[in-house]
């Protein structure tokens, strides 16, 4: 194949153009790429979401260039990166504000063939591309197809929520988190409540459950290829839940190799998979963090609770789970307690990432059995829940005035 170019280049031919697919969770930025790549020599064959929509729209698509927008956190982008490199030959273009080395080495070594900061004009762009595509082009030479894995490698992110100890909050903030996921990103989210004999998911979401995680363990105990998704509950929101039973069974627990089950169904078919884990460091627990890119640890600023977190984050550092890929969570469930982040950092050893404000809408929803996110969509727990969203999701905060993100950021 001879590559095209939009640029004027004596020693270049055109053939045809370059087919290119845009990959971007922030709608500005995917704008401005669709813009900057609409001349002569470009076609744009697709857009598409980061991970397991972005890696099936490259397989089915077979672009020349992948164009891929990497923000924090950079665990999920890294995922992505990977599953495009299985799942087509593509060059693989990423553009991103994050500047330090440590970042760009990562991303190159996942499978990127360039990486360009931004803010940079129309042309940098274009040529980034071009180049992306004749680096594809040479590799392609040495790599027959048999080398490559195929497309249903890709996975969706996963996040795991722990607390260190029961009346932290955690199973709140994980099923309206999940459901501010849903709507921010309008992909496929399931929600798997790990806790099977205290689990209190679809209690706190008002949902109705049929069927659930002990009648999939009952099922995957005879047949380990049973799948999971007959016995998900749907929630109004779009959100999938796969709801621990209200009167549990004591012949039944939940093994780690039953979680790295869980989280393969869910994960082949869902962008985003949030694990409600039990309170305690469970069998369950553990591989549900060993298994996620992030985990968000709730805990509240009582004394016990603070020290039990402490104990947490020293054990996970202890099996080489590196900080980056956790998060506390200050949840203030009273407006007793006044403690600080940075009392919270000494305390803990982990600086605060989000402080969720003491609502007494959240209180009302949980006794009306409705989500608080439906109960006071604008009160402050959903708003924070909503950043917690956007950090999850790589979806900038809504900005007053529209811009060019490509040639002014």
């Not at 998060?327 to 009273?334: A, D, F, I, K, S």
């Not at 950092?345 to 609502?359: H, I």
């Amino acid at each position: 194949m001879v590559i095209s170019a939009s640029r004027n280049d004596a020693d270049s031919t055109s053939e045809r153009a370059l087919t290119v697919l845009l990959v971007s969770s922030d709608p500005e930025v995917m704008e401005s790429m669709r813009i900057a790549l609409s001349g002569p020599g470009f076609l744009c064959v697709g857009e598409a979401w980061p991970g397991i929509d972005a890696a099936r729209r490259a397989a089915s698509t077979q672009p020349d260039v992948v164009v891929l927008h990497v923000e924090e956190p950079v665990v999920p982008a890294l995922k992505t990166v990977q599953a495009i490199a299985e799942a087509c030959p593509a060059g693989l273009e990423v553009v991103s504000s994050l500047t330090d080395i440590d970042t760009v080495r990562r991303v190159m070594n996942a499978g990127a063939h360039d990486f360009l900061t931004i803010p940079l004009t129309d042309d940098a762009l274009q040529d980034a591309v071009i180049r992306a595509a004749r680096t594809a082009e040479r590799r392609r030479h040495n790599v027959s197809d048999d080398d490559r894995s195929p497309a249903a490698t890709a996975a969706g992110t996963v996040i795991s929520v722990v607390g260190p100890r029961g009346g932290v909050g955690k199973t709140v903030i994980a099923a309206n988190l999940a459901i501010e996921i849903t709507r921010l990103t309008g992909t496929a989210v399931a929600i798997a409540d790990l806790d099977l004999h205290f689990g209190e998911v679809a209690l706190t979401l008002d949902v109705l459950a049929q069927t659930g995680l002990q009648d999939w363990l009952r099922e995957h105990a005879g047949r380990p290829s049973a799948p999971l998704a007959r016995h998900l509950t749907d929630h109004h929101s779009g959100l999938r839940v796969l709801a621990a039973p209200l009167d549990s069974s004591p012949d039944f627990e939940v093994t780690a190799t039953d979680v790295a089950d869980l989280v393969s169904d869910l994960s082949g078919t869902h962008e985003y998979v949030i694990l409600d884990t039990p309170a305690s460091l469970t069998q369950a627990t553990a591989a549900a963090i060993d298994l996620a890119p992030l985990t968000l640890i709730v805990t509240s600023p009582d004394l016990p609770a603070l020290r039990a977190t402490r104990f947490l984050v020293e054990t996970l550092r202890s099996w080489d789970i590196p900080d980056e890929r956790l998060r506390l969570v200050l949840n203030h469930p009273t407006e007793v307690l006044k403690v600080t982040p940075e009392d919270v950092l000494n305390a803990v050893g982990l600086p605060v990432a989000w402080q969720m404000p003491f609502d007494q809408n959240a209180l009302r929803a949980l006794a009306s059995g409705v989500p608080v996110s439906d109960f006071r969509p604008n009160s402050g727990l959903p708003q924070e829940l909503r950043d917690i969203a956007r950090f999850v999701a790589g979806v900038s905060a809504p900005r007053p005035a529209r811009k060019r993100l490509l040639g002014v950021f």
